[in-house]
């Protein structure tokens, strides 16, 4: 299972840390990702990384502004997102993949967290 939280409302400019706790199944899970779901569009990567080596991918429009990190202890992964914008406001799912590389297409997700809600008012 995958829990993510750290959702909240933020003004253009601030940030939010999210996190992601990954237990049963997905421990064996390689690749760890955020996705992202504003109303009336399609869900889109945000950001992943390999739970082995660190490797990691962004979405162009995040470059620069989120990272995405990884606890390999505690099972749990973080994306920190910074000077956000009002286009960055959606839902945000976490989702692992048993895939051995860094992948950044939902149908490579095999598991799903529940979403938590990012709002930036302008």
């Known amino acids: 299972q995958l829990q993510a939280s750290g959702g909240g409302s933020v003004q253009a400019g601030g940030s939010l840390r999210l996190s992601c706790a990954a237990s049963?199944?997905?421990?064996?899970?390689?690749?760890v990702g955020w996705f992202r779901q504003a109303p009336g569009k399609e869900r889109a990567f945000v950001a992943a990384?390999?739970?082995?080596?660190?490797?990691?991918a962004y979405a162009e429009s995040v470059k620069g502004r989120f990272t995405i990190s990884r606890d390999n202890a505690k099972n749990t992964m973080y994306l920190q997102m910074n000077n956000l914008k009002p286009e960055d406001a959606a839902v945000y799912y976490c989702?692992?993949?048993?895939?051995?590389?860094?992948?950044?297409?939902?149908?490579?997700?095999?598991?799903w967290g529940q979403g938590t809600q990012v709002t930036v008012s302008s």
């Open positions: 989702a692992a993949s048993a895939l051995p590389w860094v992948v950044v297409t939902n149908a490579r997700y095999e598991y």
């Open positions: 049963g199944r997905t421990f064996s899970s390689n690749v």
């Open positions: 990384i390999s739970w082995r080596d660190g490797n990691t």
